[in-house]
């Protein structure tokens, strides 16, 4: 009788050994992988510890928003909707979101990134119908319409595991439509907010109103800008600009279990922050988490093995670029002597869309020895090819000893940001970064 017992109070200790070893995996495994779509988990409290003043609605601070939604029983979801362009449109759009979804600490839903040659070619398929897909799917119809074949899994492209040090990520590696249908038990509330009329500030304390008065705005009145947001247009048509919209003021209260910034809300936000150290620390966030994945560096640094040391470095985006497909290599030559390229080395790297290597013969008659990337690419068949290799080419340029880009290009303009060669003032990166100090957007009156 004695020895059964003991079996059985042997038998429903490792019975609960089991059930506790089964939880811990299951919480670990949530934690690598992001939260589960509709499963109830307590919202993680961020230390934003640069919480100065009143920032929030009623005087609420960033850590105030944080410990408010920590006391929810449900995960908090922030999205975006990605642009149709490229990989550093798409990198954009996903900054902003990174930013807005650490202020308001909720879970940043993050999408694969689309072909952008698919994305041309798309566009030119159906432009005589683009009218009534863009009414059906949204400004950006060109992503939302692709299939998964035309996508690639961001984790593919960016370190998430060093974005999750910034921010709580979730990763979608379905299209926009399969996402939308999988999402579709949640609450969502859609924000839109066009360049044409303003952009966002985390908050403007209680008696500082005034203050949006004297901002210098330039709004963006091209065609799709005014068309992203019709409603937002149509309220605000004939009242004064900008139209400054407050995060925290707006957004911390909303219930909804996903806030999804439509259209080009999040590529366009143009974000803010009232206090300078703010700022700083808003960019620090940019600067540390967004980074090139393990296999795309280690593919990088296979090419930097084989070329040349020194080398120099140029990015030519010719293609559907508005600016600088018209340019002629005069362009990059002239910039190029400016830096004395020839000085340090004759060795070039070239990053480029152009296929045509005739239209680099200036660049050999005047001296230099050129290198591409299709020397050490092996295509694989995929449409996404030529956005990988242009990831190696971002990470060979940054590592280059100059550099020159294209003019008025995104692409250009994170290997420039990479490479510390930006706008400066008050401690703040004032080119190729999203997020700045309101301070820099007020006139000298105020």
């Not at 020895?3 to 299951?26: D, E, S, T």
Request: with cysteine; glycine share 4%.
């Amino acid at each position: 009788m004695t020895r059964l017992f003991q079996l059985v109070v042997f038998a429903q200790l490792l019975a609960a050994l089991i059930l506790m070893a089964a939880q811990f995996y299951l919480l670990s495994m949530q934690d690598r992988q992001g939260p589960i779509p509709a499963q109830t988990r307590r919202v993680r409290v961020l230390n934003l510890s640069h919480g100065r003043g009143k920032q929030g609605k009623k005087g609420q601070s960033h850590n105030e928003v944080a410990k408010s939604h920590a006391q929810t029983s449900r995960r908090l979801y922030l999205t975006y909707q990605p642009p149709d362009g490229g990989w550093n449109n798409h990198r954009i759009a996903l900054e902003n979101a990174l930013i807005i979804a650490r202020l308001l600490n909720r879970t940043l839903i993050v999408h694969p990134v689309a072909s952008h040659d698919v994305a041309i070619s798309s566009r030119r398929k159906n432009l005589a119908q683009w009218r009534s897909l863009e009414k059906r799917w949204g400004i950006n119809w060109v992503y939302n319409c692709m299939t998964e074949r035309d996508l690639v899994p961001i984790s593919q492209v960016l370190d998430l595991k060093r974005m999750r040090s910034v921010v709580n990520v979730y990763e979608v590696k379905a299209n926009h439509k399969q996402f939308s249908a999988k999402f579709s038990n949640l609450k969502w509330h859609r924000v839109c907010h066009s360049d044409a009329l303003g952009f966002w500030v985390d908050a403007i304390p209680e008696g500082k109103e005034n203050l949006t008065r004297g901002i210098e705005f330039a709004p963006n009145n091209s065609s799709r800008s005014i068309r992203a947001c019709p409603r937002e247009m149509k309220r605000h048509m004939h009242a004064h600009k900008p139209i400054v919209r407050g995060i925290l003021s707006e957004l911390e209260n909303v219930e909804a279990d996903i806030i999804y910034l439509s259209q080009d809300t999040s590529y366009k936000a143009n974000i803010r922050f009232f206090h300078r150290k703010n700022a700083i620390s808003a960019q620090h966030w940019i600067l540390d988490s967004v980074r090139f994945s393990p296999k795309i560096y280690e593919k990088a640094f296979q090419i930097l093995s084989i070329l040349p040391r020194p080398f120099n470095a140029i990015h030519v985006r010719r293609t559907d670029h508005k600016i600088s497909a018209n340019m002629a290599p005069s362009y990059w030559l002239q910039n190029m002597a400016r830096l004395a390229f020839r000085n340090v080395t004759s060795a070039l790297y070239v990053a480029t869309d152009e296929p045509d290597k005739i239209w680099f013969e200036p660049f050999q008659q005047a001296g230099y020895q050129l290198y591409f990337s299709d020397e050490f690419f092996k295509p694989t068949g995929r449409s996404f090819d030529m956005d990988i290799k242009g990831l190696y080419d971002q990470v060979i340029c940054i590592h280059a000893k100059l550099f020159v880009g294209s003019k008025g290009s995104s692409f250009s303009g994170f290997i420039y940001r990479s490479r510390g060669e930006v706008m400066r003032k008050d401690g703040l990166i004032l080119s190729h970064m999203p997020v700045g100090w309101l301070g820099h957007k007020l006139t000298r009156e105020n």
